[in-house]
């Protein structure tokens, strides 16, 4: 475990000498091609770099910085647009926002109303560190659980785990620089639809980077002309949803080490069409005047989304045991700050 700790901080010694490259000589070029190619090394490096590690909890989150957030920050970059673009003239500020998963807001709510009211309880973040304790203790005896609850451990673990960490580094790169920061999740399993899922509560900070200003907005602007806007729309959605599948084998590729089977690929693209269907479908029903209860379109939802999880997601996983090589770690991990809070 010593050996992946030394090669994951070289791993991010690399990559912050990449951004020094960024901040300081790539950001001294024109933006748009000129600026891009000088940025390609740098966006290879990133593409890289997870391949010298072998621990699934860190190779993920390294990939998951590196490839989903630091290249797409970086080509917005390269454009003069997306955080990068506004963050302040500080190298550190640079280097936090471009590889860790925090976006400053563009426009911070001036309205104290406004605020509070999107403040969660102070409670609930424990408790969620609670039942994520708790998961990687149950990893233990999974041979003595059915295989539908280890299925809904997992997709805890996958929420709990993102939300946790997300956190834990957000609010001290919060606390020193005074940023307001773009929040990553508004409680997912309170979705009322798919489309609210996607696009206003599970990973907001990815939607807000990626989606609204690479994807979505170039393939949107340049068919509307030809299709409509409604067709653009759906075919923007399409197209952002086939490219978060791209980026996600890529990301199972780093954490698997063998070659993609496209399972992940199939999972974002099967919910780009429902989004599309269910968004055509509201604007029919609700022009009829029906609405479906939220009291049965949420359980749909986490349904649907149980059931694509479970055919789509993780197997590849399964199949290489990351879910196995994951728990012990945790496991380890526990066990670790236990001997140390008892000594």
């Not at 490096?45 to 990939?63: E, K, M, Q």
């Not at 910085?65 to 797409?72: A, D, E, K, P, S």
């Not at 005896?141 to 673990?157: A, K, Q, T």
């Not at 994807?215 to 002309?225: A, D, F, L, M, P």
Request: aromatic residues 14%; hydrophobic residues 45%.
């Amino acid at each position: 475990m010593y050996g992946e700790i030394e090669r994951f901080i070289k791993v991010w010694i690399s990559a912050i000498l990449g951004l020094c490259y960024c901040y300081y000589i790539a950001a001294r070029i024109p933006k748009g091609f000129l600026r891009l190619l000088s940025l390609l090394p740098i966006l290879y490096l990133f593409i890289i770099l997870p391949l010298n590690i072998s621990s699934p909890n860190l190779v993920g989150y390294t990939s998951f910085f590196l490839v989903q957030l630091g290249i797409f920050k970086l080509l917005l970059f390269s454009f003069n647009k997306g955080p990068l673009a506004l963050s302040p003239p500080n190298i550190v500020h640079f280097i936090s926002i471009a590889s860790l998963p925090i976006t400053p807001k563009q426009h911070p709510p001036t309205n104290k109303n406004n605020t509070t009211n999107t403040q969660k309880p102070k409670w609930l973040l424990p408790l969620k560190l609670l039942i994520f304790a708790m998961i990687a203790r149950f990893y233990e005896y999974n041979e003595y659980f059915h295989p539908h609850f280890i299925l809904v451990l997992y997709c805890l673990h996958l929420y709990l785990s993102l939300e946790l960490v997300f956190a834990l580094i957000a609010t001290p790169v919060q606390t020193l620089f005074g940023l307001e920061i773009e929040p990553h999740f508004n409680e997912p399993y309170l979705s009322s639809s798919l489309q609210d899922f996607w696009c206003h509560r599970w990973n907001l900070m990815v939607r807000h980077d990626k989606k609204t200003h690479t994807v979505y907005n170039h393939v949107s602007c340049t068919i509307t002309g030809l299709v409509g806007p409604s067709c653009a729309t759906s075919a923007a959605m399409l197209a952002t949803f086939l490219v978060f599948g791209l980026v996600h084998d890529l990301i199972y590729y780093h954490v698997t080490c063998v070659p993609p089977t496209w399972e992940i690929t199939c999972f974002f693209v099967l919910h780009g069409v429902c989004t599309v269907a269910e968004v055509a479908v509201k604007k029919v029903v609700l022009r009829c005047g029906w609405r479906l209860h939220r009291a049965v379109s949420g359980p749909l939802v986490v349904a649907f989304l149980a059931i694509s999880v479970n055919w789509l997601f993780f197997p590849q996983l399964l199949r290489n045991e990351m879910d196995r090589k994951s728990s012990e770690e945790y496991v380890i991990l526990v066990d670790f700050v236990k001997s140390k809070i008892y000594h």
